[in-house]
């Protein structure tokens, strides 16, 4: 059994708080996501999680044991870097035996499970190769097998697809979540895109400026994001973010924006309250939320509310379509729908949308945080 704990967690340089009392829980078996665009501190963690910085504040436990300020080779981590981490004056075979060699394992040891790994990631024609002779697909799987070959406590991923290609990306992909299976330890795999953590996720840990936003099934934060942060950097196309207007009376609360207006449902009252009876409201529908009239039909029995928009333009993809409709007098919303209407969109035609009500997404004017 592993497992990992990180607890108020902070790093400071002079200017900035790196990382703002992050705390996670990484089960044994886990695949845990550290979800985040460029800067928000990803691989400062990772550094502080090898022992190669040491925080200011908090405790890193592995196996209820404190590591928070031990020496990094006193760790037992597997880890792939954003660059690999390989030496290019050793060939393939060294590469993957260096840190074996390090733990003084016995050759023929070291031999047999150069031999299983190179079988498993399809390097064996490879081992003798120089590094500077492989393509990156097969540099990163050199990458790969160098983890394969440990037993390690915690499994470390930085970033590791960011230098290959859409086809070697996949492959890869596939080869962690196998290597993954295999190991059965607690995992944290850095990235900033939504796809990659979308795909291999048993848990997501959205993070901003150092700060945990979220942390959540691929399911909870997708569906119920705590955050305008959150809902922002998951959604692709951008969700629409709507200013509108909420009113309190007749013991309901009342939402208008332009081309809408809807009374909430009395179980989002409670979290509404915070704003009084008066306020403005940030309002967030995701493209994919957005059915239009042909498939209305689905929404029988089904709260919703219906709304009379514009087509303004239209954007095929494949197999979808993007399509920009006018609501009210001048917002404009972006839809994603399958592309099987195409005589419908055209530009000016009128469409009805629906809206599930389990799609509206209410944030707070300033703090952003979702309150329904
Ligand atoms: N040693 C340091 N001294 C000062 N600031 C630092 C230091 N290391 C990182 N930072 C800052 O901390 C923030 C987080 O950096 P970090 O590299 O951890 O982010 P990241 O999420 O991994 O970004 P990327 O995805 O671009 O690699 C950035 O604003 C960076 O400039």
Redesign the pocket.
């Known amino acids: 059994m592993s497992e990992l704990e990180v607890l108020n967690l902070v790093k400071q340089?002079?200017?900035?708080l790196?990382i703002d009392h992050v705390s996670f829980h990484i089960a044994d078996g886990e695949f845990f996501v550290l979800l985040?665009?460029?800067?928000?501190?990803?691989?400062?963690?990772?550094?502080l999680l090898c022992g190669f910085e040491t925080p200011d504040a908090g405790q890193i436990i592995l196996n209820g044991q404190e590591i928070t300020n031990q020496l990094n080779h006193h760790r037992n981590l597997a880890v792939v870097f954003?660059d690999y981490g390989l030496f290019e004056s050793m060939n393939v075979f060294d590469n993957i035996a260096y840190s074996l060699q390090n733990q003084h394992m016995p050759r023929k040891e070291i031999e047999m499970r150069i031999l299983m790994a190179s079988e498993v990631l399809e390097l064996k024609s490879l081992l003798k190769r120089a590094l500077t002779d492989l393509s990156g697909g097969e540099v990163q799987r050199v990458a790969l097998a160098k983890v394969l070959v440990k037993d390690a406590d915690l499994y470390l991923f930085?970033?590791p697809l960011s230098q290959l290609d859409q086809k070697a990306r996949y492959r890869i992909r596939q080869e962690i979540m196998m290597i993954h299976h295999l190991k059965r330890k607690p995992t944290l795999y850095?990235t900033?895109d939504q796809n990659e953590a979308f795909a291999m996720a048993d848990r997501i840990a959205v993070?901003s400026d150092?700060k945990i936003q979220q942390i959540g099934t691929p399911e909870e934060v997708r569906n119920r994001p705590k955050t305008l942060f959150v809902a922002k950097f998951l959604s692709d196309p951008p969700i629409n973010l709507l200013e509108s207007y909420l009113q309190y009376h007749d013991v309901r609360y009342h939402m208008t924006t332009d081309g809408l207006q809807l009374i909430l449902p009395t179980r989002w009252t409670n979290g509404l309250a915070r704003l009084g009876p008066q306020s403005k409201i940030s309002l967030g529908l995701r493209p994919t939320g957005l059915i239009p009239q042909w498939d209305l039909p689905t929404l029988e029995g089904v709260p919703h509310v219906r709304a009379q928009t514009q087509v303004m333009a239209v954007e095929p993809m494949i197999g979808r379509v993007l399509v920009q409709l006018k609501l009210g007098f001048h917002t404009l919303l972006t839809a994603e729908f399958d592309d099987d209407h195409p005589q419908a969109l055209y530009i000016g035609a009128m469409l009805i949308i629906g809206i599930k009500m389990e799609e509206f997404l209410l944030f707070h004017p300033t703090s952003g945080e979702l309150l329904n």
């Open positions: 340089s002079q200017e900035q790196i985040g665009p460029s800067g928000s501190g990803k691989s400062t963690l990772i550094r954003q930085d970033e850095i900033h993070i150092g």
